[in-house]
């Protein structure tokens, strides 16, 4: 019997889901107009972000890489970026060539391989993606980036030997055609009778119209080597597009609606445990007045 009495007196410590809804309901219904106009003021904060901030354009360029290799024409890239990150623009300027108006509009400067494939030389080339506010910017920004690959100190040493090898190659290759095309000139006169052969002069016309051909050939080679001998070739250049990457209005009206119903929650809280407060603080002074 004592403990049946016992199991009756002791508190249930179960939660009564359906009184916690009903408070809950009661204390949203009893602040609403604090939740409408925290939902009102963070529409209107986000949209307002949301128009304050530049939009922001994504253009790439992708180029292929002659004397490095695409890990360390990357690592140029990251090098450059982190200045820009850091606001270092004179050290940017001296890099790129380009005037220091451009750079506060360049957002990023990010460079990836196009293939994730692993090779000594790696022949696949690398892009290089950019996040500008005004895409009138684009081509000086692009002329930039090609003067500071060409203009970096061992690159620029190792372009000015390979040149210089070419020019040479040229120059001798130049020399044996003109020497080759000497001889098949005499070759000619021989066989049309205006020159006699000497006895110790012993030519193969087909073989020397054959090299003749393979010195051209290989002059043509060296010249076009020469011609794209450069530290990157640019595959494609930055386009210019109208459709902006950001901002986004749904993350800023969504981030505006958290912050303000957050602040709307605590005003609420704050203001319905002081009601709680006093009324607890009334009903103690009025069971003394009754006591005494």
């Known amino acids: 019997m004592n403990a049946d009495v016992k199991n009756e007196t002791v508190p249930s410590e179960d939660i009564d889901l359906f009184l916690l809804i009903e408070r809950s309901i009661l204390f949203f219904r009893k602040y609403r107009w604090v939740f409408i106009v925290a939902t009102l003021l963070g529409i209107s904060m986000g949209f307002y972000f949301f128009s304050s901030i530049p939009k922001t354009y994504k253009s790439r360029m992708i ?15 990251n090098n450059w970026n982190d200045l820009l990150n850091k606001k270092e623009y004179n050290a940017l300027i001296n890099a790129l060539h380009c005037r220091e108006e451009i750079l506060p509009k360049v957002k990023r400067i990010k460079a990836k391989e196009i293939q994730q494939v692993f090779s000594q030389l790696n022949p696949n080339g690398f892009s290089i993606d950019v996040l500008v506010t005004d895409n ?14 060409e203009n970096n100190a061992y690159i620029k040493k190792r372009l000015d030997v390979k040149k210089a090898a070419f020019k040479e ?18 070759v000619e006169n021989i066989i049309s009778g205006k020159e006699r052969s000497s006895p110790s002069l012993i030519i193969d016309g087909s073989s020397v119209n054959r090299q003749f051909i393979e010195m051209n050939e290989k002059l043509l080679a060296f010249r076009e080597n020469l011609e794209f001998t450069n530290a990157i070739q640019v595959l494609q250049g930055f386009e210019k597009f109208r459709k902006p990457v950001g901002p986004n209005l749904i993350p800023w009206l969504v981030i505006g609606l958290m912050v303000f119903l957050s602040i709307g929650y605590l005003f609420a809280l704050i203001s319905s445990i002081k ?17 005494g």
């Open 63 to 77: 180029v292929h890489s002659f004397l490095l290799t695409n890990q360390e024409e990357i690592q140029i890239v």
């Open 275 to 291: 009601q709680g407060l006093k009324t607890r603080a009334i009903n103690r002074q009025g069971s003394k007045e009754k006591v």
């Open 136 to 149: 009138a910017i684009l081509d000086e920004l692009q002329n930039g980036l090609v003067y500071g690959f």
């Open 169 to 186: 190659l040229i120059d001798k290759t130049s020399a044996e055609i003109q020497k080759l095309d000497s001889t098949k000139k005499i």
